[in-house]
């Protein structure tokens, strides 16, 4: 198994922002990457549970939880439905929960950490839009990579040569 991202740190130095060491690889796809679609949304997972409804092949679910370790942004059965949907992988700034059942799951997840407790719902947030955490700011049409040594954003679809 390669290792993506020094590879395309190496190939693309000028190109890519590496994102600061903060995530835990949880789900069963330990190296994921596609096209950014942002969520930004405070322990609410509401439009989490939209947008993993929806067809995301070739897509990452970029999720701005504000870095809380309060509430899970994600659990298994919002994992599953992304999975079952063709979704690459999620990058929650927060945290999940389920992890056990997360890591079996053919979905690249990661996250701060992990909290048993479930969000509110109340149809709070913003979908979309630029969001900033870890140094670089993620913006929904550009791309996404992630594996064990970190999480880099580009400008343009890469390939590792």
């Not at 190109?15 to 796809?29: H, I, T, W």
């Not at 679609?37 to 549970?49: C, M, P, Q, Y």
């Not at 092949?57 to 059965?77: H, I, P």
Request: charge should be negative; aromatic fraction near 6%; include cysteine.
């Amino acid at each position: 198994m390669i290792d993506l991202l020094p590879e395309l740190c190496d190939q693309y130095p000028d190109l890519v922002q590496v994102v600061e060491p903060m995530f835990a690889s949880f789900g069963g796809r330990e190296i994921f990457g596609g096209e950014i679609v942002t969520i930004k949304a405070f322990e609410d997972n509401s439009l989490v549970r939209e947008q993993v409804a929806l067809p995301g092949a070739g897509k990452v679910l970029v999720v701005d939880g504000g870095g809380s370790m309060r509430k899970a942004m994600l659990g298994d059965m919002l994992a599953e439905k992304a999975e079952k949907n063709g979704w690459e992988g999620l990058i929650i700034y927060g945290c999940i929960r389920d992890v056990n059942a997360i890591s079996q799951l053919d979905v690249g997840v990661q996250a701060l950490g992990s909290h048993p407790m479930k969000t509110d719902k109340k149809g709070v947030g913003e979908l979309n839009i630029p969001v900033t955490f870890g140094g670089v700011t993620f913006v929904p049409g550009q791309y996404v990579y992630a594996d064990n040594n970190g999480v880099l954003v580009s400008p343009k679809a890469l390939t590792p040569a």
